[in-house]
């Protein structure tokens, strides 16, 4: 019995001494907890233990906002007073441009982002096929696509300029009429308003067929301007209302402002501003979708206005993406410091190319010229545009015909011992993300087309008049002509704006 009650109270004492224990784990781990909860930046590197020191302050939490209220000078489209003035504007028929914005009305991805998705809104509207996929197997624009002017990790911090856009449009096949607040008047402004919004018949429809918008408005301006919170910024024009004299701001920026009416008189004055990135007002934009309608010439787009030709093609070999702008720009300053557009030779231009270009030592021309531009990506069909492509594809043939005309018999051979004949036919691209989906284009037909873009006009043309398709082709032959010059003027813009200080310079 002596020996049974021992056991007993060992047993006792052994369970009791396990349940302390637990209990004391238990005491430390809520010790720990409320220490973590309690305390910020305090020391945990004993766990056998918990600091009872005070609480050091919380971190400041960034304030965050959901939107912003309308200012008393806007009137929001979602309101009474606003879906009357919409009423207004349809009896009066000025949404020529809505239905197709507002079918594409998206909201910017960055908050400086203002600009390129005003311009993305816009492409889409016209229905223009980027030739770029965006989530395969569609095709369509984004922000990410336009980048032939900028640099978009620079854009998400600064936003972008009104020389920028036009660079930007002009790039995508636009016209892109732009002109400043402070060399125009209110009228013609409201003019251009007009020309953008109002339908020409009363019937309710565009003036295009199928309802293809022919020209879109975009404003740059100043936000205070209207009473808003910010600086610039720029907007679609979506509707005029003449009997208020409103015009509809279709804000990309939806997660701040949303769709709204501002007065044509204070969003006038609100262009008025000065930006001080280009010592300019700003101003608006008059978007021209040349692939849809033949544009009026006898248009009004004001004195000051920078109009490029009407008729210029898109074109169908060459791109030159702001990547490349590094390469474009060493080129300029090599022609500026050592040739003019009328002393530059064939020899000269090949020899800068040859012998490596921009300190590349040891790359033949073949690499190099890749550097400066590059081959467009095969043209491919959308449903009901089939014969446009062939079309296309039939220009490409043509145009490299007509090129192999002008490309000098004889190689010219650098000290080096580098020859432009040395590279390998066909696709030469440094870019495998493209190789493989660009148009066949030899090297050779893309140093031509750089050295045509780099010459006076009239050695340009002396060359191309002296070149031809074959005898009984004359009507080819001016159209192939036509779209060679385009594609060396485009060339020729892409070195003009090879730096920002460029692109504000050429829309000066």
Not at 222 to 237: A, L, M
Not at 239 to 246: E, K, L, Q, T
Not at 293 to 301: F, G, K, P, W
Not at 442 to 471: C, F, K, T, W
Request: negative net charge; hydrophobic residues 35%; contains cysteine.
């Amino acid at each position: 019995m002596i020996n049974k009650g021992i056991l007993f109270l060992f047993f006792v004492y052994h369970s009791s001494r396990n349940i302390i224990r637990r209990q004391q784990a238990s005491l430390q781990f809520c010790g720990r907890l409320m220490t973590t909860m309690t305390t910020a930046g305090a020391s945990h590197s004993d766990s056998s233990s918990f600091s009872m020191a005070p609480a050091a302050p919380n971190k400041a939490i960034k304030r965050t906002f959901y939107r912003r209220p309308l200012p008393e000078t806007c009137i929001a489209l979602r309101s009474k007073a606003g879906q009357d003035i919409f009423c207004s504007a349809m009896k009066n028929h000025g949404l020529k441009s809505f239905f197709g914005l507002i079918e594409q009305f998206s909201t910017q991805a960055e908050p400086a982002y203002c600009g390129i998705t005003t311009l993305t809104v816009c492409l889409n509207a016209f229905l223009i096929d980027p030739r770029q996929t965006w989530k395969a197997p569609w095709r369509w624009y984004t922000e990410a696509m336009l980048n032939c002017c900028i640099s978009l990790e620079e854009v998400k911090k600064t936003g972008i300029i009104l020389p920028v856009f036009r660079c930007l449009a002009i790039c995508q096949g636009l016209n892109a009429h732009v002109n400043y607040a402070q060399d125009t008047t209110l009228e013609h402004f409201r003019s251009t308003v007009r020309e953008a919004c109002v339908m020409k018949d009363g019937e309710g429809c565009s003036d295009c067929e199928d309802g293809v918008l022919e020209k879109i408005l975009v404003v740059s301006y100043n936000r205070q301007g209207v009473g808003q919170t910010g600086t610039g910024h720029f907007s679609p024009i979506g509707a005029y209302d003449p009997i208020s004299d409103s015009v509809l701001i279709l804000d990309t920026a939806r997660f701040k402002y949303g769709v709204h009416w501002v007065s044509l008189e204070m969003m006038y004055k609100a262009m008025q501003s000065i930006d001080p990135d280009t010592g300019k007002s700003r101003g608006y934009v008059l978007l021209v979708n040349r692939r849809a309608c033949v544009v009026d010439d006898e248009s009004d787009h004001g004195d000051n206005a920078e109009n490029d030709d009407p008729t210029l093609p898109i074109s169908v070999l060459l791109r030159s993406p702001m990547d490349q702008n590094e390469a474009r720009h060493a080129y300029k300053t090599w022609l500026l410091e050592n040739h003019s557009p009328t002393s530059l030779t064939w020899e000269h231009f090949v020899e800068y190319w040859s012998n490596g270009a921009k300190n590349y030592d040891d790359v033949d021309s073949c690499s190099v010229i890749w550097d400066f531009t590059r081959p467009k990506l095969k043209p491919v069909a959308s449903p009901g545009e089939e014969d446009q492509v062939k079309i296309t594809k039939q220009m490409i043939r043509q145009l490299r015909r007509f090129i192999s005309e002008i490309i000098p018999s004889e190689s010219h051979i650098t000290e080096k011992g580098k020859s432009i004949e040395g590279c390998a036919t066909g696709r030469c691209s440094t870019d495998p993300s493209v190789n493989k989906r660009t148009i066949d284009l030899h090297p050779r037909e893309a140093m031509v087309l750089v050295y045509l873009a780099s010459i006076d006009e009239q050695r340009q043309h002396d060359i191309i008049n002296g070149a031809s398709l074959s005898a009984g082709e004359d009507e080819d032959n001016v159209e192939v002509k036509r779209q060679l010059m385009a594609e060396i003027q485009l060339l020729r813009y892409a070195i003009d704006i090879s730096s920002n200080e460029d692109i504000i310079r050429t829309a000066a």
